[in-house]
């Protein structure tokens, strides 16, 4: 049920059926019907009939109906008349991402709105608290990936794709994956010459390659996504 000022909406139906061209195909059992929603497409649609009103969310993916609940959420929010419940949705952009410059002893490069929260004193906070409000606020907007460290890598950001740290790395990218978003990570281009015992970080250097093989082997055990 949702409350607004024109009472309580009922019979609100949630599902994942990319399939479907429209509500009424849904309806009639036509699953076969063109235009089907991509992965991160929703249709949102208000059917009034037969003496009941229901609001039907099909979402292409899980991602596709987080997106229209989202979507629905703004139009309760704006107090929008039922009848402008009729929305179909595409992103036009597979990649839509935000780069944190964030640094490990939590300062943030050109950043002008307080410290990291992801970092502290050259640690990962422990509290994911405002982490996960973060994820749900770039979610709702429609961002669907995050890179959580400076382009320009430090020490201790340079051991992040290592066992040492990608434990944790992987608890916050469970955080963001909860919300459709995908973690990246900056690395260290002369991370093989820093931390790998490689006397050069050529990429054309064999020991390179095997080394840097070797890391996204470690990095993917942790975080197959």
């Known amino acids: ?12 139906q949630l599902r994942v059926q990319p399939a479907a061209d429209n509500v009424q195909d849904l309806e009639e059992g036509n699953n076969s ?4 929603l991509g992965p991160e497409g929703f249709r949102l649609e208000y059917l009034e009939g037969k003496g009941q009103e229901r609001v039907i ?16 959420l703004r ?10 419940w009729n929305v179909t949705e595409e992103p036009v952009n597979r990649l839509r991402m935000i780069n944190q410059w964030d640094n490990a002893d939590g300062s943030i490069e ?19 608290t405002r982490v996960k409000d973060y994820a749900r606020l770039l979610s709702s907007v ?6 959580i460290n400076n382009v ?19 608890q916050i990218a469970s955080v963001f994956r909860k919300y459709g978003i995908t973690l990246y990570l900056s690395i260290n281009f002369a991370a093989p010459l820093h931390i790998g015992g490689v006397g050069t970080s050529d990429p054309l250097n064999e020991d390179v390659r095997r080394w840097w093989r070797a890391a996204a082997d470690e990095i993917y055990s942790h975080i197959p996504d």
């Not at 949702?2 to 009922?10: C, D, P, T």
């Not at 139009?75 to 402008?84: G, S």
């Not at 320009?152 to 992987?170: C, D, G, K, S, W």
């Open 1 to 12: 049920q949702l409350a607004s000022n024109e009472g309580i909406y009922r019979g609100l």
């Open 33 to 36: 019907a063109p235009g089907k």
């Open 57 to 72: 969310l099909i979402g292409g993916s899980e991602k596709g109906l987080l997106y229209g609940v989202f979507h629905l």
């Open 75 to 84: 139009l309760v929010a704006a107090h929008e008349p039922l009848t402008a």
């Open 110 to 128: 050109r950043g002008y709105a307080g410290r990291s929260i992801f970092y502290r004193d050259g640690r990962f906070t422990e509290d994911l």
């Open 142 to 147: 429609g961002i669907n990936a995050i890179s």
């Open 152 to 170: 320009n890598v430090h020490e201790i950001e340079t051991r992040f794709i290592t066992r040492e740290y990608l434990p944790q790395v992987a």
